[in-house]
């Protein structure tokens, strides 16, 4: 058969098919035209009036899509990416806090005892500058006794040493020094050095071992005086620099060699709220803490690369009276000597009319807040002693953070507002002199 013949033979063939396909389509089209115009007349027709209700087709109602249920997962996954800032704070949130909680929880489950030599004797040796009636003394000397350290607390008169062999524990002796003699306290270092590095028994037939000194603890006194500039003698102001500043200078320079020999460490506390706030009638206190600022970060330079390391506490509010450390001190006595006692003693704010400041009713309400454990401060000074590589600023109490950032970032005037201080006027008075007023801000102030 030709070609052509079988060409014609299939176009044929291929016109019923094409016929069957083309009919339909159209069929579909008139359906789908004929469908919607009968459903607007049935609409139409519905909604008419003048039809009887008997006569009046139903409208048809469309067909109720069946919604899809989204997984859980995918709802959590498109809240988070239309809310991208909030989930962002929410992480960062839930994440410091759970660290926060996680060091809380292992520093408290941690078990802090000094290391002992083979035959079960103490041999860790800490030296602690500062009055044995002072709160935080106090309660880090009979700490560090109880975990198993053997204390040195420097006397400097007759009734120092008195009052450190009153408390009546044989691992809480007194190391007489004389810090104002260079000779005397020379001297008197060397013999400790020795007494260190002798040999000796806790038993017959013990292993000999020796002693290691593992720090220097040195606590100023918290005391300052507070007045205006011109109402504080020179006298006071000669006392805090002779006993906080020159004081912590010649303990430091007395066991420079004992520190570098034996690698110890050097722990130096001052208080941190007071002087980051830097308010009215408290001069010397943020003087003295400003210069001890100073001198331990020169320290911390001068003796990090001979291994020791330097550490300094900066002391906010502590809940003393749950110390069963300071039970044995007077309340007047531990309680002037907090690292709050701005805000704890009737000094800070009172009327005076050599300072023309007065406290803010408003503001009592500090006075009554509870401060932290104090077994915070004796973890953290534990820890200092004990770490292979401690921090260089420890702070520790209630506030001690806080009020160092309000102090640095926070303008002097919101400051001012916080401690209750509020200029009135600057005017000049009858005999023709300038005047400065302060109030006390209430709550009529807020109504001005």
């Known amino acids: 058969m030709p070609n052509d013949d079988q ?38 027709l519905s909604s008419s009036p003048w039809i009887p209700n008997a006569a009046r087709p139903r409208a048809l109602y469309p067909k109720h899509s069946t919604p899809v249920h989204s997984s859980t997962i995918e709802q959590v996954g498109s809240w988070i990416c239309t809310h991208k800032k909030t989930t962002a704070i929410a992480i960062i949130g839930v994440s410091l ?55 040195y607390m420097i006397a400097r008169t007759a009734e120092e040493e008195q009052l450190v062999e009153s408390e009546s524990r044989p691992d809480i002796k007194a190391l007489r020094l004389d810090l104002p003699d260079e000779i005397n306290s020379r001297s008197a270092i060397d013999q400790f050095i020795a007494h260190l590095k002798t040999p000796r028994q806790a038993f017959q037939g013990a292993i000999p071992h020796q002693l290691r000194l593992r720090g220097l603890i040195i606590v100023p006194s918290t005391a300052f005086a507070q007045g205006s500039i011109e109402d504080i003698s020179l006298d006071a102001w000669s006392d805090a620099l002779n006993t906080r500043i020159l004081s912590t200078v010649a303990s430091t320079q007395a066991f420079h060699g004992a520190l570098t020999a034996f690698k110890a460490r050097i722990l130096i506390m001052t208080p941190a709220i007071v002087p980051a706030l830097s308010p009215p009638s408290h001069g010397i206190e943020t003087s003295v803490v400003a210069a001890l600022d100073a001198f331990t970060s020169s320290l911390y330079g001068e003796l990090s690369p001979q291994g020791v390391s330097v ?14 450390y300071t039970t044995a001190l007077k309340r007047e006595d531990w309680l002037s000597r907090s690292a709050l006692t701005a805000y704890d003693s009737e000094g800070f704010g009172s009327s005076d009319s050599g300072t023309g ?83 006390e801000i209430d709550a009529s102030a807020g109504d001005t």
């Open 357 to 439: 400041v007065e406290r803010s009713p408003a503001r009592n309400s500090v006075q009554k807040a509870r401060g932290e454990h104090v077994r915070e401060l004796n973890h953290a000074v534990f820890d200092a002693l004990t770490m292979t590589r401690p921090r260089r600023i420890w702070r520790v109490g209630t506030g001690s953070l806080v009020y160092d950032v309000i102090g640095k970032f926070v303008p002097a005037g919101v400051v001012g507002y916080m401690l209750g201080l509020r200029r009135l006027a600057h005017g000049r008075t009858f005999d023709g002199s300038e005047s400065t007023e302060w109030e």
């Open 311 to 324: 550490c300094h506490f900066k002391l906010g509010n502590f809940d003393w009276a749950a110390s069963r």
């Open 7 to 44: 060409y014609f033979l299939d176009l044929l063939s291929s016109v019923p098919n094409d016929v069957k396909r083309y009919s339909l389509e159209v069929a579909d089209t008139i359906d789908k035209h004929v469908e919607f115009v009968a459903s607007i007349l049935r609409e139409s």
């Open 97 to 151: 806090s759970g660290y926060i909680f996680y060091r809380n929880g292992r520093s408290s489950s941690k078990k802090r005892r000094a290391i002992r030599a083979q035959n079960g004797a103490r041999q860790e040796v800490v030296v602690i500058s500062g009055a044995l009636n002072e709160a935080a003394t106090r309660t880090i000397c009979l700490d560090l006794e109880k975990r198993g350290f053997i204390i």
